[in-house]
């Protein structure tokens, strides 16, 4: 029996001892780099931490370390220590402000096609814990189009796919939903992409940043997307951004400050058209394990 093919079967069994009710997982991701992706992931955790929801980031960006930055959080483990020194879930998360809990992928998310069968099956159990300590897990992957983000992308349940009104944003997100669509294991039916706008001068621009993606992914590609909201463009989350800070931390009642609130509310009403899946993040993981294994 092949490594794929033995991933496989250990991703079936330890689907089937899931249990129903998990943390609900949302990745967030964009086209390019530069529109805000990371902000939009953090603003939108420190909402849910004020509807009382308990939350955790899952900082899968290998590149950077934004979400860490932006947070004043400097995690002292990552993922490689759980999978190859023996940590636990609970001592790799780092906590920040308001309580949100951190956990860096650092480098050992692009050694995961690499596991063994009993490192997988910590590396599930361990991710079942997550179910017991948060109530939503926000992802923030990598921006553009690399094979890692597709990957998480199309092994979510539920995506934010951030986007601005200039027309190289609007060019690479389509990109990244083409190259989704167009990829023989995406089932369209089990992810619901959401469109959130950002930098936008207006609600009706941000509409239309909705608009023109779903016009050519109806068209071209004979799919659905749907518009979770916008966030204007906001002098005080550009001071905060600067100043390596989270707005709707310093800035409750900035106008970016609200409008992501409006966004968390708009996500979390959204829960009765959510894509159900068994297992929460441990089944994402499991998910983005069986296609990297094909």
């Known amino acids: 029996m092949d490594q794929a093919e033995q991933l496989r079967n250990v991703i079936k069994q330890k689907s089937k001892e899931a249990p129903p009710n998990c943390a609900r997982v949302v990745t ?14 953090v603003n939108m955790a420190v909402w849910f931490r004020k509807m009382g929801k308990r939350v955790l980031i899952f900082d899968a960006d290998l590149g950077l370390a934004n979400v860490e930055v932006m947070l004043g959080a400097v995690p002292e483990y990552n993922l490689s220590d759980l999978i190859y020194r023996g940590k636990s879930i609970r001592e790799i998360i780092t906590p920040g402000p308001m309580d949100i809990g951190l956990i860096s992928g650092g480098l050992g998310i692009s050694g995961l096609n690499n596991l063994s069968k009993d490192q997988i099956l910590y590396l599930v159990h361990s991710l ?22 597709l990957e998480f992308v199309m092994a979510s349940p539920e995506v934010l796919l951030v986007s601005t009104p200039e027309p190289s944003s609007l060019t690479d997100s389509y990109s990244l939903l083409k190259a989704l669509y167009r990829n023989p294991i995406f089932y369209k039916d089990r992810v619901r992409i959401n469109i959130v706008a950002n930098k936008v001068g207006s609600s009706e621009e941000g509409k239309a940043v909705y608009a023109r993606l779903n016009a050519v992914v109806s068209q071209f590609l ?12 906001d002098r005080e989350m550009e001071a905060a951004v600067r100043s390596q800070r989270v707005v ?3 800035r409750p009642n900035a106008p970016s400050s609200r409008a992501f609130q409006v966004l968390a509310n708009n996500y979390i009403n959204n829960e009765n058209k959510m894509i159900s899946v068994h297992g929460g993040i441990a089944q994402v993981l499991m998910n983005f394990l069986s296609r990297i294994g094909n």
């Open 28 to 41: 967030v991701t964009s086209g390019k780099g530069g529109v805000g992706k990371s902000n939009v992931a």
């Open 128 to 149: 079942s814990e997550l179910n017991e300590l948060a109530d939503i897990i926000v992802i923030d992957t990598g921006a553009g189009i690399s094979d890692s983000v």
């Open 222 to 233: 004979k799919g659905s997307i749907y518009f979770l909201g916008m966030i204007p463009q």
């Open 248 to 250: 709707s931390v310093e």
